[in-house]
């Protein structure tokens, strides 16, 4: 399994506050991805890198940010949190973009905006 | 709109029968196909894959189908077992991209 580490778990923050989520990976993985799993929505892409400094948007983007200034650590943040961004966050990485290989995904961070 | 559907949210299966997962798609760019395990609390864990140069491809229970001209893929998972309760999740990608398109997923429940 590719070692992918999330930070924090679990945060419970107030509208308006900016987060920042930490993905963190020791594969040496080029590709990194943020996404979000509501019900009835399954896993949706908010941002991936395809590189240091090397990122795009994904289908969710409005409201978020992201910043990956070395290969192993992708951030997340939500410069002005809502509510509708309650939800469970999962990074992933893979080596090659989506073309023949798996993703390994983190073990998630449960965000609650009150 | 979702390129990539699992219609059935949830399936329950007596153990030891057949489960059968679907997923449809609808980018005819899509030519690979992975199938994902998740538990609660959890993040997703990958099962299987197919390239859409194959129609089949099995690994020990789990066998993915894949019908091209349909734009549909199914998960067979003979004999099913109650460790296998999970949501699975099947995704797309096109080798133009960069990125995986996931399905809904489909929460299964295999009864003892």
């Known amino acids: 399994d590719a070692g992918i580490t999330q930070s924090p778990r679990h945060k419970v923050t107030e509208t308006g506050t900016p987060v920042t989520l930490r993905c963190h990976q020791t594969e040496n993985h080029r590709y990194m991805y943020w996404y979000r799993q509501d019900p009835g929505h399954g896993l949706r892409l908010i941002h991936y890198s395809y590189g240091v400094k090397d990122t795009d948007k994904g289908e969710v983007s409005d409201g978020y940010s992201v910043s990956r200034s070395k290969t192993e650590d992708f951030l997340l943040t939500l410069e002005s949190a809502t509510s509708s961004q309650t939800s469970v966050y999962f990074c992933a990485t893979d080596l090659s973009g989506g073309h023949g290989n798996e993703q390994f995904f983190g073990p998630g961070t449960r965000l609650t905006v009150l | 709109d979702q390129q990539v559907k699992q219609n059935s949210p949830s399936l329950s299966v007596q153990e030891g029968r057949i489960s059968i997962l679907n997923c449809d798609y609808t980018?005819?760019?899509?030519?690979?196909f992975l199938w994902y395990k998740k538990y609660p609390a959890e993040g997703p864990t990958f099962l299987i894959s197919i390239s859409s140069i194959k129609d089949k491809n099995e690994d020990g229970r789990f066998t993915v189908f894949l019908n091209k001209s349909a734009k549909h893929l199914s998960l067979h998972i003979v004999p099913s077992q109650p460790g296998d309760s999970a949501v699975y999740f099947c995704?797309?990608?096109?080798?133009?991209?960069?990125?995986?398109?996931f399905g809904t997923g489909t929460s299964l429940t295999v009864i003892p």
């Open positions: 980018n005819s760019m899509f030519d690979y």
């Open positions: 995704a797309a990608s096109a080798r133009s991209g960069n990125q995986f398109y």
